[in-house]
């Protein structure tokens, strides 16, 4: 590519329509001069052969994407990353680029825009295979065409009644081999100690031993018999992750039966799947994060999860469960607070959408979840921490409650424990674990717990 033909992707930032443009910042690795390789980048994702042979016309202006910042972060290695191979001569320069991409080019089309940005032109462009996302704006003139979430955070609050603390999740375990009525008990169980809500596993489908058709019409009863008893609000999340022509008759039948709420895996089942359930939906949507991890685990490599994070709220989640802090996850607490902040930053007129940040969760993580989060709002979704505690779900979900007030209070766990039988349990039982998460808050709504 001509010096002359390489100019036509960049850009002053300043002087470009801020509406008419996306705002894309990639990690690159190049070979050679790395102004000649972003300049092939952008000329791959958007015009690439920008005029007919024969013709004087040239397509850059309306349609190529823009360089409008080029940082050189290191300069001469040997090979890439990753064991991809060598450079030639003048080694691998690792750089980070900002690009303004014309979203006419795609439109307010989910599947569209990611065949440009993380498509064919960016994974293989001419002598950068080292190529990861790291993150996407929009303008407001982008955003104005998607609905996103219904409810959205304030949504959530009010539908519950739950107000100045995390809302408390729990996932039904065993996770998958129960039938209705043992799954079903279980659930109630948790809302009696002091869930808000109870939800299947991200992998419990509509299985011959445990359907979602029995499964929603007995959870649904339980939910109901729990806010009575409670005198709370209660909400079950129901699995409806499935072939994308049954989305629509599974929200109906589950929301029919009861389900309040309803799970779906975002990027199995797609975003375009989800933003035509969000069309159809009438209860809030909350997101699971299968098949996320190989695209944004490796550090130079793929998308950043905040990228996902940010998609999903623009489809129309209204809770977006994520990896959460701690070992187990395989997530820095940069990267966890990164998705928190794309779920909760201003993004137009689209509602925020509550962050869940989630992964071996109990009672004794929650305050370092909080701080770390460093808001009331966001979802603590324990598994084992509720439904594996000594006492049973009720005792496990009291437990949770119990550590909140201490938050609150300011008293220590320990101090709280010694008032509190659950709450001494669950420290007994899983504080071995203490080091790795955490999530949940204070509440109006106090349920039925000690």
Not at 149 to 176: A, C
Request: charged content about 20%.
């Amino acid at each position: 590519m001509q010096d002359s033909d390489c100019s036509g992707f960049f850009a002053d930032a300043d002087a470009l329509d801020q509406d008419a443009y996306l705002h894309l910042d990639y990690y690159l690795e190049c070979s050679g001069d790395p102004r000649v390789a972003v300049a092939h980048f952008c000329a791959e994702q958007s015009t690439a052969q920008w005029r007919r042979v024969g013709c004087s016309e040239d397509l850059r202006p309306r349609f190529a994407a823009r360089v409008i910042d080029l940082t050189l972060l290191e300069s001469g290695w040997p090979e890439f990353s990753y064991g991809i191979g060598g450079a030639r001569a003048g080694g691998v320069q690792a750089c980070r680029v900002t690009i303004a991409h014309p979203h006419g080019n795609f439109g307010p089309r989910l599947p569209n825009l990611l065949s440009a940005v993380c498509g064919e032109g960016t994974f293989f462009s001419p002598g950068a295979p080292v190529v990861k996302l790291l993150d996407i704006r929009f303008p407001d003139a982008y955003l104005a065409e998607f609905e996103g979430p219904r409810f959205g955070v304030e949504g959530l609050r009010d539908l519950l009644q739950v107000y100045d603390r995390p809302i408390f999740f729990g996932v039904i375990k065993p996770n998958i081999g129960l039938p209705p009525e043992s799954f079903s008990d279980l659930g109630y169980e948790g809302w009696l100690g002091g869930l808000d809500i109870a939800k299947d596993d991200e992998m419990l489908a509509d299985t011959p031993w445990c359907p979602l058709d029995q499964r929603s019409a007995l959870l649904g009863a339980a939910r109901r018999r729990a806010e009575q008893e409670t005198g709370c609000r209660k909400m079950y999340l129901a699995n409806i992750t499935d072939e994308v022509d049954r989305l629509l008759d599974l929200h109906d039948l589950a929301v029919a039966n009861g389900a309040n709420a309803l799970l779906v895996n975002a990027m199995p089942v797609g975003l375009s799947a989800v933003r035509m359930l969000r069309r159809h939906a009438r209860v809030p949507l909350i997101a699971h994060f299968p098949f996320i991890a190989p695209f944004s685990r490796l550090a130079h490599f793929g998308v950043h999860s905040r990228v996902f994070a940010k998609l999903q709220r623009l489809a129309g989640f209204d809770a977006i469960i994520m990896p959460g802090f701690g070992e187990r996850m395989h997530t820095s607490d940069e990267e966890v607070r990164a998705n928190v902040d794309a779920c909760l930053a201003p993004m137009g007129a689209i509602k925020r959408s509550l962050p869940v940040p989630g992964g071996s969760d109990w009672a004794g993580t929650l305050s370092k979840v909080f701080e770390k989060v460093g808001t009331v709002d966001f979802g603590f979704v324990p598994g084992r921490g509720v439904f594996g505690h000594p006492m049973g779900p009720r005792g496990g979900a009291a437990s949770i409650r119990q550590a909140w007030e201490a938050i609150a209070a300011g008293v220590s766990l320990q101090e709280q424990a010694v008032r509190h039988e659950e709450l001494r349990a669950a420290i007994e039982t899983f504080g071995h674990a203490a080091t790795a998460h955490s999530s949940e808050s204070d509440g109006t709504c106090t349920g039925g717990q000690s």
